[in-house]
């Protein structure tokens, strides 16, 4: 029992700080996208979103002690990773009458998981980006859309 707790507590503080930083900026950079879909009243927002990135980081940095050197097998983990946000992403969809709604979410689900699977791999700039084109579409897009939609049930 004691030899269990010592090696509870025998880690490196600099890694913990590494993969705390990484995680916060995998919560972050999602949280303007969550704030939208929570403030236009979907189903699934400033929870949900930080969420996806948060647990994608900590899957791929696991996935990274577990693997070791072994590139190959870090392909299993980031399928696995992929797979499962699907699945989350799949329950954002739903058919009301005669149209289908939740996709864009279900999209952005996905692309929430990418930015923490971007962070914890060392590619901040890919991450970044992917944030930016989510606000981008989320509250610039979508406005957008919904005027021509508009539009066109006028015609």
Not at 137 to 148: A, D
Request: aromatic share 10%; net charge negative; glycine share 12%.
């Amino acid at each position: 029992m004691i030899g269990m707790l010592e090696s509870l507590f025998d880690f490196d503080w600099d890694v913990m700080l590494a993969h705390t930083v990484q995680m916060a900026l995998a919560f972050g950079l999602v949280l303007p996208v969550g704030f939208n879909r929570e403030s236009s009243r979907q189903s699934i927002g400033l929870r949900t979103f930080p969420l996806v990135s948060l647990a994608s980081c900590c899957f791929t940095l696991l996935g990274f002690e577990l693997n070791g050197d072994d590139d190959s097998l870090m392909g299993e983990v980031l399928g696995g990773i992929i797979t499962g946000i699907g699945f989350v992403g799949g329950g954002a969809i739903l058919q009301k009458d005669d149209r289908i709604e939740g996709t864009s979410t279900a999209a952005a689900i996905w692309a929430a998981g990418c930015v923490g699977v971007a962070v914890a791999m060392g590619r901040l700039e890919i991450a970044v980006l992917i944030s930016v084109f989510m606000v981008g579409i989320f509250y610039f897009v979508s406005p957008l859309k919904q005027k021509l939609s508009k539009e066109n049930d006028d015609v």
